[in-house]
Nanobody, 121 residues
Framework: VQLQASGGGLVQSGGSLRLSCVAS????????MGWYRQAPGKERELVAT???????NYADSVKGRFAISRDNAKNTVYLQMNSLKPEDTAVYYC????????????????WGQGTLVTVSS
């Protein structure tokens, strides 16, 4: 499975962006999709995950501001990001896992190339 992430860009603090991740094939058979991010000088961290059944999980830092969703018919996963803060600045990666509920990055089998999100203060 190849994953293509897009939608990043420069936005002011308090603004919104929607990231998209298109898979090269049917994602219905992939159990979980996730978004990770990596800021300069920091480790990659989980942002959100969504299972085939639609269950979601979020990092505490984005709860109430970000929403992950998936459209199996379009082989696409989205990350709606609202009330963005400068600390959200990072490269955002989408990932796919064959596990039902992956809990760490090593449990994801496929990764996209990343899209840069920059939030100015």
């Amino acid at each position: 499975v190849q994953l293509q992430a897009s939608g990043g860009g420069l936005v002011q603090s308090g603004g919104s962006l929607r990231l998209s991740c298109v898979a090269s094939r049917d994602i219905f058979s992939i159990n979980a999709m996730g978004w990770y991010r990596q800021a300069p000088g920091k480790e990659r961290e989980l942002v959100a995950t969504i299972t085939t059944g639609g269950s979601t999980n979020y990092a505490d830092s984005v709860k109430g501001r970000f929403a992950i969703s998936r459209d199996n018919a379009k082989n696409t996963v989205y990350l709606q990001m609202n009330s963005l803060k400068p600390e959200d600045t990072a490269v955002y990666y989408c990932a796919a896992s064959s596990r039902m509920l992956p809990t760490k990055s090593a449990e994801y089998d496929y990764w996209g190339q990343g899209t840069l999100v920059t939030v100015s203060s």
